[in-house]
């Protein structure tokens, strides 16, 4: 499909652009060091099982068509020397996407602040609402939870942004410079 083809090459690069420019954008936020890393940690491990279930269902039938009518594929489709588990499209997919993830937060970790924990990518399995995972309890760390509903709701309410945290960031450590800003290249 002409159109669709066409459209490929401007959107791949504007996709790469976006991730370019949030990993560049956090990483200067960890650089500056006014918001506390511990905090930051709270709204990854909020953010990633969200993201990681915008891939779909692991076991996708529209994902499974989308290859076949050639509109969806491997990253590496003409390298690939194995059949494609088109059942798992999604589930490889979202992977990838995990790899690249932690490797970005390893990188971006290195800017913070003396003194500052490490920021981390939480596991795959944690808070999950799509998958294998689905309504299941894990830590950010991958470990089965082991408690009734009140304490997993006090463990979420630790690893998650509260409401106040929410207020602190916005009134507090966003009144200040809270990002680094970008030398000026020009004249």
Known sequence: F?????SMGPMLKEESFHL???ANGLRRVVKQGV???????????????????????DDSASAQWAYVYGVKGRYDER?????????HLNEASRELYFQELRDEM??????????????????DKFRRGIGKYAGQRYTVHGEPFDGDDAAWDKYLDEVTPSDEEEDRLVNEYMQQEWIQYREWKGE
Do not use: H
């Open 79 to 87: 390298e690939a020397q194995e059949a494609a588990e088109r059942e």
């Open 35 to 57: 918001i506390p890393c511990a905090l930051i940690q709270k709204y990854v491990n909020k953010w990633v099982s969200t993201g990681l279930d915008l891939f779909g269902t």
């Open 106 to 123: 390893r990188r971006i970790s290195r800017a913070r602040k003396e003194g500052e924990p490490e920021l981390y990518i939480p596991s």
């Open 2 to 6: 002409k159109p669709l083809a066409a």
């Open 20 to 22: 370019g420019t949030g």
